[in-house]
């Protein structure tokens, strides 16, 4: 006999109740928080600067704490999306973050917000962790309206760096220009929100239900869901057998962001690979120190500790889990570029799409074009598109996309609406499995079949904007349109075919996206891209990328570095950065 009791009291059951009843009785009790709340509206003042970029807003974790700044932009985004639904009454919305500091105590912010606006349900990670693409696969799953995110994704965190919050919609995916431009528009004109400041904190440690009102707080697993969903996507029976024999060993390095309770799950409890295989596994508000992004430079313990040859193969991953880094055997890198055009390539190593095939492909423009050889060969529609996942996801949502990629160490699919490290890992995990080769020998084949693109990314970081400015300033002026166009001028040897700012026209909804990015393409196909990337907390950061494609049998396998030399001196020379902004040198080169 199961009895469920609910009780607005402390109820006490003796231990003779217990074993003294004649019915055997499981005594489940639910306990109903009937605490209706006041809802207080506060004036505030409009805070400058509160515009999403293409991840949400991010800024210094102590601009977040001043007072008011969470809750107006939180009530901005309410605002937004009340103008959208007529109403936040009885929405269902998911929440959680990174670990970073400050998650924990915004999601107290947000749920008593969320009560003062009669929003349903809110579905919370337990201690407030949950890492992107989790978040994605539960708002698709269980078909919730919306979800935040409290995550600045690869920025470093504590008290004294970044921290970002980010709305996610109905699909999984990021907001759209549509509602974050909305968003914007209403963080310039605020001038009060709403709170329930009666309403106590919820303990978010603790898996279960709490009830406050017309507001249900339900904390869950934050692992358990999506981990169903990886075993719903891959033969988990045959990736077992990779590691049963001992001789096959994977390093992952979760440097202390989100993804470390999921890749300890997944790769050493579900799978068998030996203990201490996943490290840096636990999320810290500051990561440890670290800086949780996955490229050479803040990765490089993961890269040194493949070069040693212990290991067969690496991930690292981001603070939020959804980029991910590949090194292979003795420290071999793969680019992002050449990586989502592998899964692509070899999508029928894994089950799910072997299944359902592959519905087209896409790539941000400033990604090498190594997916391009793949969709040509395989006659799939090949979409290019500006940086920022939300153009993938209207893609997928029309039906026309299935693997995407990002040079910025992001891969994804139509599964969720984000991308994903821990399934890229898997993507990869399994076509090692499935061909019996190491990921060396499966680039090399890739590119004597393909031919291989040549990829390179500068990142000059925390560059004055205005110095910033002037360098884009300098590179508008050679384009097509510009005041001093180079189309068809031979410079250092190189024939300049075209040049222009990157405009985007999405097939879903005729949205057109302008000026992502100059491109400068060669006779030959090179490129010259260069943009400001809209993913940093402060001061502006200029991206360099160099793609160059080589189909010569005996150039497949150079430095590339070295075969890019002669582009990358060319694009310093052509944008003057180094004399505009001071720097000698990028501070990361993928």
Sequence with gaps: MVCYLTVDRPLLITKHALTHSRTPVLFLLVWQCKIKGTMSTVNVTPFEGQKPGTSGLRKKAKVFEQQHYREAFIQSTFNALTDQFGSLEGKVL?????????????????IKMAHASKIGKLIVGQA??????????IIRRHQCDGGFIFTASHNPGGPDEDFGIKYNIANGGPAPSSVTNA????????????????????????????????????????????????KELFDFEMLKKVFATGSFKILVDCLNGAAGPYATRIFEQ????????????????DFGGLH??????????????????????????????????????????????????????????????????????????????ALDRVAQKLGLDLYEVPTGWKFFGNLMDAGKLTICGEESFGTGSSHIREKDGVWASLCWLSIVASRGESVQDILYS???????????????????????????????????????PLKGQTVDGMQIATCDNFEYTDVTNGEVTSKQGLRMVFADGSRIVMRLSGTGSSG???????????????????????????????ALKLSNLQELTGRDAPSVIT
């Design 183 to 230: 968003i914007f528009e209403h963080t310039k004109t605020i001038a009060q929100y709403s709170i329930s400041t009666d309403v106590p904190d919820v303990d978010l440690d603790t898996v279960g239900s709490t009830t406050l009102g017309s507001l249900t707080v339900e904390v869950v697993d934050p692992v358990e869901e999506y981990v169903t969903l990886m």
């Design 270 to 285: 579900e799978l068998g690979a030996p203990a201490q295989s996943v490290v840096n596994n636990i999320p810290l508000e």
């Design 94 to 110: 998911v929440a959680g973050g990174d670990g970073r500091y400050l998650v924990k105590d915004t999601l107290q912010i947000l």
């Design 446 to 484: 890739h590119w004597e079949e393909y031919g291989r693109n040549y990829f390179t990314r500068y990142d000059y970081e925390t560059v004055a904007s205005e110095a910033a400015n002037e360098v884009m300033a300098l590179m508008e002026t050679y384009a097509d349109t510009g005041s001093n």
């Design 292 to 369: 949780p992004d996955p490229n050479l430079v803040y990765g490089k313990s993961l890269v040194d500790a493949m070069k040693t040859g212990d290991y067969d193969m690496g991930f690292a991953y981001d603070g939020d889990a959804d980029r991910f880094m590949l090194i292979g055997k003795k420290g071999f890198f793969v680019s992002p570029s050449d990586s989502v055009a592998v899964i692509a390539a070899n999508y029928k190593c894994i089950p799910y799409l072997a299944k359902s095939g592959l519905a087209g492909v896409s790539r941000s423009m400033p990604t090498g074009g």
């Design 128 to 137: 407030g962790l949950f890492s992107t693409p989790a978040v994605s696969a």
């Design 540 to 570: 502006a950061t200029i991206r360099l990328y160099i793609d160059s494609y080589i189909n010569e049998p005996t150039k497949l396998r150079m430095d590339a570095q070295e075969a890019l030399k002669p582009l990358v001196a060319l």
